[in-house]
């Protein structure tokens, strides 16, 4: 198979090459090996490979009748883990220290929906950035103009998807982290519902419930697909959501029925509002969705902005505190400024002040949030807002070692660009970005769509009508597998 031939497919694509006989799963590997090596340098994107011997065990091991029997794959080297390959959470405070026995939950059923995994990618520390620029590993660089950022925290799974290595990668989402760098490479990227995807065993509701785990892909079919393949409690879990009607590769096959759409580009005093350019693109997209059938029409959940952020602050930093805490302990190393970046640092300190009291002050917070943001998805049933509100940001421009930072600064610097997408980690509903925009100058704006808990086969189902109305898979960055030179 030729580079230029695999990186135009996507991943199911790719696994009924393999199915048919037409291509060997060794060949597919070769060529995400060969796109790594060639490219990586220019991104870095992909912090560490798979031993060899390990990745021949899996591809001996393949279900031919798995979704992604033989397709390559890289997996975020955060929360998630594969067993034996070390785990670094973009930290110099754990660093080659923590090598994990086991693969989770999660990392259990990608290996059963067939992916080959080649390597991790890159993250901010601690995925505490919507910028992947960490001191331990550098800076991952945007495909589709190297000067900007690939976003974060699943920079590197983005770049390297939207670079051609690999067609899907393993991301998470706390506050944006699958959906911003999706949106900035040019990708789909589903945050699910909370509770659709496994956490376990180490975590039963990560950063207090705000964080689920998913993909980032080009192609909306293999996002539902690897939902399919993934979906479910874990063991042990404290609760169970409900469980889809039939699987979302099918129910995608049927355009959706008439739907009630808002849309909306406002933001609240916290936030800067959204580029021009940004608008433009969401009221595109709104106009496209009224022309295919959808009653469509202006409007926003109405919530307190103040005690979201409150909420969502003290449950960063805690979750941040608790983490180093643990980690620090487990590993034997004493946590500093000079294992930690300064945000980090100024989080730690920040949420070793907070108190019982205060977390549970945000719940009830929290709770608030979902009642009043609820009560809008029962008058809509999709919400449509820019993913974020600028156009690809520089590197640079979410330092998060940049001296003087603390906790309350930094938090207000990430919101301030970057405030549409964690409303929904907050409320646990399902919410996608898809690369429908483009700015004047040809780089991605990402459009985000919204919908009631537990319902990604809507966002799903409209996900694909609006790739056939409006497709971008022909749209490549400068930095790609197909790009000579």
Same mark, same amino acid.
């Given at each position: 198979?030729?580079?230029?031939?695999?990186?135009?497919?996507?991943?199911?694509?790719?696994?009924?090459?393999?199915?048919?006989?037409?291509?060997?799963?060794?060949?597919?590997?070769?060529?995400?090996?060969?796109?790594?090596?060639?490219?990586?340098?220019?991104?870095?994107?992909?912090?560490?490979?798979?031993?060899?011997?390990?990745?021949?065990?899996?591809?001996?091991?393949?279900? &031919?009748?798995?979704?992604?029997?033989?397709?390559?794959?890289?997996?975020?080297?955060?929360?998630?883990?594969?067993?034996?390959?070390?785990?670094?959470?973009?930290?110099?405070?754990?660093?080659?220290?923590y090598i994990p026995p086991a693969d989770s939950d999660l990392m259990a059923r990608f290996r059963r929906s067939g992916v080959i995994t080649l390597g991790r990618t890159n993250v901010p520390e601690m995925g505490f950035n919507a910028s992947t620029?960490?001191? &331990?590993?550098? /800076?991952?660089?945007?495909?589709?103009?190297?000067?900007?950022?690939?976003?974060?925290?699943?920079?590197?799974?983005?770049?390297?998807?939207?670079?051609?290595?690999?067609?899907?990668?393993?991301?998470?989402d706390g506050g944006g982290s699958i959906r911003i760098p999706a949106s900035i490479c040019g990708l789909v990227g589903l945050k699910p519902s909370r509770g659709r995807t496994p956490t376990g065993p180490d975590y039963a509701d990560p950063l207090h419930g705000l964080g689920i785990e998913h993909i980032v892909s080009r192609s909306v079919r293999d996002t539902a697909a690897m939902l399919d393949a993934v979906e479910g409690p874990g063991v042990g879990?404290?609760?169970?959501?409900?469980?889809?009607?039939?699987?979302?590769?099918? #129910?995608?096959?049927?355009?959706?029925?008439?739907?009630?759409?808002?849309?909306?580009?406002?933001?609240?005093?916290?936030?800067?509002?959204?580029?021009?350019?940004?608008?433009? /693109?969401?009221?595109?997209?709104?106009?496209?969705?009224?022309?295919?059938?959808?009653?469509?029409?202006?409007?926003?959940?109405?919530?307190?902005?103040?005690?979201?952020?409150?909420?969502?602050?003290?449950?960063?930093?805690?979750?941040? #505190?608790?983490?180093?805490?643990?980690?620090?302990?487990?590993?034997?190393?004493?946590?500093?400024?000079?294992?930690?970046?300064?945000?980090?640092?100024?989080?730690?300190?920040?949420?070793?002040?907070?108190?019982?009291?205060?977390?549970?002050?945000?719940?009830?917070?929290?709770?608030?949030?979902?009642?009043?943001?609820?009560?809008?998805?029962?008058?809509?049933?999709?919400?449509?807002?820019?993913?974020?509100?600028?156009?690809?940001?520089?590197?640079?421009?979410?330092?998060?070692?940049?001296?003087?930072?603390?906790?309350?600064?930094?938090?207000?610097?990430?919101?301030?660009?970057?405030?549409?997408?964690?409303?929904?980690?907050?409320?646990?509903?399902?919410?996608?970005?898809?690369?429908?925009?483009?700015?004047?100058?040809?780089?991605?704006?990402?459009?985000?769509?919204?919908?009631?808990?537990?319902?990604?086969?809507?966002?799903?189902?409209?996900?694909?009508?609006?790739?056939?109305?409006?497709?971008?898979?022909?749209?490549?960055?400068?930095?790609?597998?197909?790009?000579?030179?």
């Amino acid at each position: 198979m030729k580079p230029e031939e695999y990186a135009r497919c996507d991943g199911l694509q790719l696994a009924a090459l393999v199915k048919r006989g037409e291509v060997k799963i060794e060949e597919l590997v070769a060529c995400a090996l060969a796109a790594i090596d060639h490219l990586n340098p220019t991104i870095n994107a992909v912090i560490g490979q798979i031993d060899p011997r390990e990745v021949a065990a899996q591809i001996a091991a393949v279900d &031919l009748d798995a979704p992604f029997s033989g397709v390559p794959f890289l997996i975020k080297d955060l929360v998630l883990h594969m067993a034996g390959v070390r785990c670094d959470m973009g930290s110099r405070l754990i660093e080659g220290a923590y090598i994990p026995p086991a693969d989770s939950d999660l990392m259990a059923r990608f290996r059963r929906s067939g992916v080959i995994t080649l390597g991790r990618t890159n993250v901010p520390e601690m995925g505490f950035n919507a910028s992947t620029e960490p001191l &331990l590993y550098g /800076a991952t660089r945007n495909p589709w103009n190297t000067a900007h950022s690939s976003g974060g925290s699943s920079g590197g799974s983005a770049a390297a998807v939207a670079a051609g290595m690999v067609p899907i990668a393993h991301a998470n989402d706390g506050g944006g982290s699958i959906r911003i760098p999706a949106s900035i490479c040019g990708l789909v990227g589903l945050k699910p519902s909370r509770g659709r995807t496994p956490t376990g065993p180490d975590y039963a509701d990560p950063l207090h419930g705000l964080g689920i785990e998913h993909i980032v892909s080009r192609s909306v079919r293999d996002t539902a697909a690897m939902l399919d393949a993934v979906e479910g409690p874990g063991v042990g879990d404290r609760y169970e959501i409900p469980r889809p009607a039939q699987p979302y590769l099918q #129910a995608i096959a049927t355009p959706p029925a008439k739907l009630r759409i808002a849309f909306s580009a406002a933001v609240d005093s916290h936030s800067a509002p959204a580029e021009a350019e940004v608008v433009r /693109a969401l009221e595109t997209v709104a106009k496209v969705c009224a022309g295919l059938g959808h009653h469509v029409e202006e409007g926003r959940p109405v919530y307190d902005a103040d005690g979201f952020h409150r909420a969502n602050m003290i449950c960063w930093a805690s979750f941040c #505190a608790a983490g180093i805490a643990a980690t620090a302990q487990a590993l034997g190393r004493a946590p500093s400024p000079e294992n930690l970046e300064t945000s980090l640092w100024a989080n730690y300190q920040f949420g070793l002040t907070l108190k019982a009291l205060d977390l549970e002050m945000a719940d009830a917070l929290m709770n608030q949030v979902c009642r009043s943001v609820g009560s809008f998805f029962t008058r809509h049933d999709l919400l449509l807002t820019p993913t974020i509100g600028v156009t690809p940001y520089n590197l640079g421009l979410l330092d998060a070692n940049a001296p003087g930072l603390d906790a309350q600064r930094w938090y207000d610097h990430l919101f301030r660009h970057l405030p549409y997408t964690a409303l929904f980690n907050m409320t646990g509903q399902p919410a996608i970005s898809l690369p429908l925009g483009q700015s004047s100058n040809g780089l991605p704006i990402g459009i985000q769509v919204a919908g009631r808990f537990g319902d990604e086969a809507t966002v799903l189902k409209l996900a694909a009508q609006l790739e056939q109305a409006m497709p971008w898979a022909t749209r490549l960055p400068a930095v790609h597998v197909t790009r000579k030179g």
